[in-house]
């Protein structure tokens, strides 16, 4: 068990240090681990609206923050290349999301195109059932990611690995909001990269 969380620990920091230094998308993660919480209480309550808060505001603001603000370059602070980076990264890699993003912006023009999605499901026939029908297509879309990764990563790395990054992926919201509360006043500050030094300590 000590194992388990240990390894849960590492991930974590990876992520951070690797992938969080730009003050803009720590404060998009911040946004975004807020309304993930949300999406957790409205699948108790709306799945549909889960699905449509989770891809909408949290998935969307969440990696926005990586691609359009995360720098790209050497990383002077951890002294790796982005290629590198990419290449022992454990979750979703930049071509990965790609996939995963390109597959969630298909699936509205695959379910207007049929909106029994090929007789899986009882078609709607009305705008707001459509936006119905697309937030559970979408809430099973984000589920699925999880549980592909998680099985994929049994595989490659094995078990401890997998379950380690599903409790990562699926806690992240809790742990961004007590690590990154802080980014948007020192974004107003004008701080636009987060300087590090807890981190260039520990290398």
């Given at each position: 068990m000590n194992e388990f969380?240990?390894?849960v620990e590492v991930l974590r920091w990876d992520d951070h240090r690797y992938y969080h230094q730009?003050?803009?998308n720590q404060t998009l993660h911040l946004i975004s681990a807020i309304s993930f919480l949300v999406a957790y209480a409205l699948l108790?309550?709306?799945p549909a609206a889960a699905g449509l808060v989770g891809w909408l505001v949290s998935m969307v603001t969440r990696q926005s923050g990586h691609v359009f603000f995360e720098p790209r370059g050497y990383d002077h602070v951890n002294q790796t290349t982005y290629a590198n980076k990419?290449?022992?990264k454990v979750g979703y890699s930049m071509r990965r999301k790609a996939i995963l993003i390109a597959v969630w912006l298909a699936l509205p023009v695959w379910l207007a195109?049929?909106?029994s999605l090929f007789g899986l499901i009882e078609p709607s026939t009305t705008p707001a059932g459509f936006v119905h029908d697309l937030g559970l297509i979408w809430?099973?879309?984000g589920i699925s990611g999880v549980l592909f990764r998680t099985l994929h990563l049994f595989l490659l790395r094995g078990r401890l690995t997998g379950l380690a990054w599903m409790t990562k992926i699926?806690?992240?919201p809790f742990h961004d909001i007590a690590t990154y509360w802080r980014s948007p006043a020192a974004l107003l500050r004008g701080e636009l990269l987060d300087p590090m030094e807890h981190v260039r300590h520990q290398r």
């Open positions: 969380f240990k390894t730009s003050r803009i108790f309550i709306d990419e290449s022992i195109l049929s909106p809430l099973a879309l699926l806690t992240d």
